[in-house]
């Protein structure tokens, strides 16, 4: 590729579908959760540690159906932006990062998912490890066998 060739940017956003499917899925497990930890089932079999549990779950699933709710709003804009100049992810960072400083590219497939996996110079990928999130997120990808 040459640097004269005037190729267009590319922009990739949220699917809207998958978010409507996990926004579904975690509004049917919240109202799941919460019938059962409310009592609205009127079982006596239940125990008080599953009534905890439902009640964890429902915090959680209610958490992360929030979520969903609030990206499927937010979920205008792009996330991903490739350019010849570089790519940029807002989920990561509001900078570029050069394609000079990527030192591979790779295709990457779990459970009938695909994924590209970019290897980045060490001292611009010590950039994006700030947070604690990006370390555990990080240190998962690692020990699944995506270390880049």
Same mark, same amino acid.
């Given at each position: 590729?040459?640097? #004269?060739?005037?190729?267009?940017?590319?922009?990739?956003?949220?699917?809207?579908?998958?978010?409507?499917?996990?926004?579904?899925?975690?509004?049917?497990?919240?109202?799941?959760?919460?019938?059962?930890?409310?009592?609205?089932?009127?079982?006596?079999?239940?125990?008080?540690?599953?009534?905890?549990?439902?009640?964890? #779950?429902?915090?959680?699933?209610?958490?992360?159906?929030?979520?969903?709710?609030?990206?499927?709003?937010?979920?205008?804009?792009?996330?991903?932006?490739?350019?010849?100049?570089?790519?940029?992810?807002?989920?990561?960072?509001?900078?570029?990062?050069?394609?000079?400083?990527?030192?591979?590219?790779?295709?990457?497939?779990?459970?009938?998912?695909?994924?590209?996996?970019?290897?980045?110079?060490?001292?611009?990928?010590?950039?994006?490890? #700030?947070?604690?999130?990006?370390?555990?997120?990080?240190?998962?990808?690692?020990?699944? #066998?995506?270390?880049?």
């Amino acid at each position: 590729m040459s640097v #004269g060739q005037n190729l267009p940017n590319i922009t990739i956003g949220y699917s809207r579908g998958r978010l409507l499917v996990f926004f579904g899925a975690g509004l049917l497990l919240t109202l799941l959760c919460a019938a059962l930890a409310f009592m609205w089932q009127q079982g006596k079999n239940i125990t008080t540690f599953e009534v905890a549990a439902c009640y964890v #779950g429902a915090v959680f699933f209610g958490l992360a159906t929030f979520r969903m709710l609030w990206r499927l709003i937010s979920a205008r804009s792009p996330v991903v932006f490739i350019s010849r100049v570089g790519i940029r992810d807002l989920r990561l960072a509001d900078e570029t990062i050069a394609w000079s400083s990527v030192r591979k590219i790779q295709i990457w497939e779990q459970r009938l998912q695909k994924f590209v996996v970019l290897k980045l110079d060490p001292l611009v990928a010590g950039r994006f490890s #700030g947070g604690f999130l990006r370390r555990a997120v990080s240190l998962m990808n690692k020990t699944l #066998g995506a270390d880049r």
